[in-house]
């Protein structure tokens, strides 16, 4: 599977942007998809995963104001990111893991946020 992130720019501390990550074929199989980011200097952090039945788990600092979804008809996982921080700024990635275990990494969109 090739995942292809895409929505990342530069917005306003307190504006929203919308990620999504692309598959390259049916995403219903995948067991789980999800969003990490990796600020400069820090190590990769996971933010958001969603599961085959859309159970969604969230990462303390975006809870509240970032919803993972997936599109199994488009193939595509989103990210909506409300609210955001300077602090929210990173490149995000996006993952994806088969039922078969095996994991994909899309290529990362950066996001920054200015204050």
């Known amino acids: 599977v090739q995942l292809q992130a895409s929505g990342g720019g530069l917005v306003q501390a307190g504006g929203s942007l919308r990620l999504s990550c692309a598959a390259s074929r049916s995403i219903s199989s995948i067991r789980t998809m999800g969003w990490y980011r990796q600020a400069p200097g820090k190590q990769r952090e996971l933010v958001a995963t969603i599961t085959t039945s859309s159970r969604s788990s969230y990462a303390d600092p975006v809870k509240g104001r970032f919803t993972i979804s997936r599109d199994n008809a488009e193939n595509t996982g989103y990210l909506q990111m409300n609210s955001l921080k300077p602090e929210d700024t990173a490149v995000y990635y996006c993952?994806?893991?088969?039922?078969?275990?095996?994991?994909?990494w899309g290529q990362g969109t950066l996001v920054t946020v200015s204050s």
């Open positions: 993952r994806s893991v088969t039922s078969a275990w095996v994991e994909y």
